[in-house]
């Protein structure tokens, strides 16, 4: 039982334009989303996160929405970069299991092109 | 700073064997995590140590994995005896205290055949 999913596998956007990266999860439990970003034989690096109480964050080119109601969040890249090319995935806290555990989903490759 | 450290970056074995991989978490970290990805599959949680201690070890598999964590320093995973399932990446990562950011390791691949 998948509990956080990350529906497209892949996207490719042209350099410059909008990079935007979904993620739903069905875990009412869960109080706190983070984005990793992962280079092909390298470990996922963490991108960016949100609390469960606000509905966005930003970090320079990097904005994550949360969607309460609707379960959802998302990613936003702007302006996208040949060196944004990677899987991004998204991760869920549990409020209510052990502090530090992250359930993580499928992954989407992003593929930026020039 | 040096990373999370993962040792051996491949290791390719055969169905009934033995296999142990290590991990050096960042200097000072208390909390070092253990997760593995199988192939097109989601990043799956086996075990959550604080120092010496397994804080959750939910995630793991079944009795023929084995991990440590001794004087709360590096860790190991053992897999024994190996089978065919077990293959995929697994990654080691640390953090501080009230951290959820961890640092992930570059994984190691472990291939049985």
């Known amino acids: 039982d998948q509990q956080v999913k990350q529906n497209s596998p892949s996207l490719s956007v042209q350099e410059g334009r909008i990079s935007i990266l979904n993620c739903d999860y069905t875990?009412?439990?869960?109080?706190?989303f983070l984005w990793y970003k992962k280079y092909p034989a390298e470990g996922p690096t963490f991108l960016i996160s949100i609390s469960s109480i606000k509905d966005k964050n930003e970090d320079g080119r990097f904005t994550v929405f949360l969607n309460k109601s609707a379960k959802h969040l998302s990613l936003h890249i702007v302006p996208s970069q040949p060196g944004d090319s990677a899987v991004y995935f998204c991760?869920?806290?549990?409020?209510?299991?052990?502090?530090?555990?992250?359930?993580f989903g499928k992954g989407t490759l992003l593929t930026v092109n020039p | 700073e040096a990373g999370v450290t993962q040792f051996p970056s491949h290791s390719v074995i055969e169905k009934g064997q033995t296999v142990t991989l290590r991990c050096d978490p960042i200097s000072g970290h208390d909390n070092l995590y253990w997760y593995r990805r199988v192939m097109g599959k989601e990043i799956k949680f086996l075990l959550h140590f604080v120092k010496e201690s397994k804080q959750d070890e939910s995630g793991m598999p079944n009795n023929r994995f084995l991990a440590e964590r001794t004087g709360g320093t590096y860790s190991t995973l053992k897999v024994q005896p190996a089978e065919l399932e077990d293959s995929g990446v697994y990654f080691c990562?640390?953090?501080?205290?009230?951290?959820?950011?961890?640092?992930f390791g570059s994984g190691t691949r472990l291939t049985v055949v």
């Open positions: 990562a640390s953090s501080q205290a009230d951290e959820y950011g961890y640092t």
């Open positions: 991760a869920a806290k549990d409020s209510g299991g052990s502090n530090y555990k992250l359930t």
């Open positions: 875990n009412s439990m869960f109080d706190y």
